[in-house]
């Protein structure tokens, strides 16, 4: 599988050193020429086999043929004209598959957007007009995008060192993280204790009537795949209902068949009144959506939302087609299945390597998590990047999460055979005894 030389590759690299702000993060040292399904070749011809899914994006594989059809037969036809100039079917039965995909309550409206960050912006101006409120409350850990809004209500520091001021009237929740914080709890009193510390929120930071939403990823994306407890989100809800505010769930990363259901939240018996989607919809192409309930959705002024590209007839194309195709292979199932592999598989790493402080989860988007002396405090980001490093050189690629980037994340193609699943955990299975002895 390893190529001997990796000098295009190395090329390539240094080329991208000249041209290419450094900033633009490297999460995988390798290159990519061409893919399809669960492997990607580099510049080399090296085959490496893809646990990155293009940071969660080819849920249905690389390269789907039906996909790949439906763009090619569109590009042919119409590739743009905007959505606002003149309008087409293809947006409005994108708009009507994911209405009746993730119905939210009676009614639901669909707006199409070009990112995950646009989603999120697109839908806090929603959330606001509808309330007539504007503080945005949002959690520690959070990721939502890289655009000035979604930048100031993602947590991490490292990815927004010197870009404020940020965007005023965004509050931050600690995230119900059971892992650090769960103090021999269980998980019910645990969550008990965080709605608790959201109602003296109201009095202590901003009032709820001052409220306009409250957003969160039902698993946390790049904070770490954080699972949110059941009760947690199922009371979240509540206290929504109770004071006026809206829920928005972000379903970026967590959407279409990765957690073993089309929204993570239906594991939650809990519907937003809003929720946020890309990656994995377009299959690579860069595509998202808002999908609310109508009457949310109808309260905003005209041309507040919308833009040149959002709901491009290609990107509406290739998401029909990826969601025709994700419905034919039952990409639900094909989660559940995936998750139950991997995190059988991440048991047993971290029975063998206390180093192993976590393994956790819904469906397919599993994760472990690299501490130092069995401290959940004490995060080895370095053991990680070594890590990476070792299955770079030995055929895999996969990338990390959290806010010290100790943490190993699976996010795979869930069209992946079992053998070649296997051979990426043998990869890290492998990986860990080196870097960890
Ligand atoms: C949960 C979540 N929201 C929003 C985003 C931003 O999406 P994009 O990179 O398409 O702007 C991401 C990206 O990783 C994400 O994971």
Redesign the pocket.
Known sequence: MIAASQKKSEEILSRRKQVVPNAIGIFNPGTAVSASGSLITDADGREMIDFAGG??VVNAGHCPPPVVEAIARQAARMIHCSFNVATYELYLQLAEKLASLLPHGDHTKVMLTN????S?ENAIKIARQATGRQAIICFEGA????TMM?MTLTSKVGYKLGCGPFAPEVYRLPFPDYYRQGNGLNLDEFSDIHIRELEEFFHAYVPAEEVAAILM?PVQ??GGFNVVPKRYLQQLRQVCDKHGILLIL?E??SGFGRTGKWAAYEHYDVIPDIS?W??SMGSGMPT?AVIGKAHIMDACKPSTIGGTYPGNPVCCAASLATLQYMEEININALGERIGDIVRQRFNQFKSRHEAIGDVRGLGAMMAFELVKNKDPFQPDGDSCKRLISYCAAHGLIVINAGIHGNIIRILSPLVIGDQLLHKGLDILEKGLESVLK
Request: net charge negative; no cysteine; proline share 0%.
């Open positions: 940071i969660g990112s995950g960050a646009e999120v990721f939502h995008g890289r979604a990823e994306g790049e972000d970026v990363q946020t890309a990656k998202g």
